[in-house]
């Protein structure tokens, strides 16, 4: 595995806390003196990474663009889980929650990836499975929007999505996609225990083979002029829904 670049404050400051040693090297902009840069170069010291002092242009080279704030690290991959049964031997044997997992069926878009990631790590997600012909994969663009969850949450790409989905009813798993013309809204459908929510790209919506597959369809009611939502706001109103329910449950 080639190494990779991570820019912003949030997603450095994560692989910071997360995996220290996996940071080859954090390139600053040698220009900016404020508290929060001041603040973010002593948590870097601490932990023992080698910081480089860098202009503009190079930060821009290295992030690929000039939305890096200042803040590029270059470092190791490192090894998150590799599969979907490790994701769900794993929340089988920890018994803490009912598997949550978020499933993007057809989303290439790098920024949506990483808002969904962000989303996925906020309402305790275990996991966001994608087909890997359609999806975009994990990239610095990605790694920036997701503020660090794509460090934290694995993102799994997998060879047959509908025969992962089928793996995962047989573990118990209810799978639910959402559909604008789905015959129940997401707040009538039970969402306390194991689920596997599933989002297709604006416009398209699921694939066909995806839609035949799951459980249940539900869709998110709309009151105003607009037809649909973005992916990532979509996933957002989906997973916080499912974790409502289980924190109502859980204190029932």
Avoid: W
């Avoid at 998150?80 to 499933?103: C, F, K, N």
């Avoid at 839609?211 to 706001?233: F, H, Q, W, Y």
Wanted: include cysteine; proline fraction near 4%.
């Amino acid at each position: 595995m080639s190494n990779r670049v991570l820019f912003g404050f949030h997603a450095v400051t994560v692989r910071l806390k997360t995996a220290p040693e996996s940071i080859i090297e954090i390139h600053l902009d040698a220009t900016r003196r404020d508290a929060r840069m001041r603040s973010f170069a002593e948590r870097a010291r601490e932990a023992g990474a080698a910081l480089v002092d860098s202009d503009d242009a190079r930060l821009s080279k290295l992030a690929g663009g000039p939305r890096h704030q200042g803040v590029v690290a270059r470092v190791k991959p490192v090894a998150m889980t590799h599969s979907l049964d490790e994701v769900l031997e794993g929340v089988e044997a920890a018994r803490e929650a009912p598997a949550l997992v978020l499933v993007l069926d057809g989303v290439t878009d790098p920024h949506n990836l990483g808002a969904c990631l962000r989303v996925a790590d906020g309402a305790g997600a275990q996991a966001v499975v994608a087909p890997k012909d359609h999806a975009v994969g994990l990239n610095a663009t990605v790694a920036k929007v997701a503020s660090g969850a794509a460090e934290t949450v694995p993102y799994l790409m997998v060879t047959n999505l509908a025969r992962s989905l089928n793996e995962m009813k047989e573990r118990g798993i209810r799978i639910i996609g959402l559909s604008d013309d789905a015959p129940h809204t997401l707040f009538e459908a039970d969402l306390s225990g194991p689920v596997a929510l599933v989002l297709g790209a604006e416009g398209p919506g699921m694939r066909q083979l995806t839609r035949k597959t799951c459980d249940e369809l539900v869709s998110i009611p709309m009151a105003g002029a607009v037809e649909s939502l973005n992916v990532s706001v979509a996933a957002a109103v989906c997973l916080y829904e499912a974790h409502r329910q289980r924190s109502a449950a859980a204190s029932s």
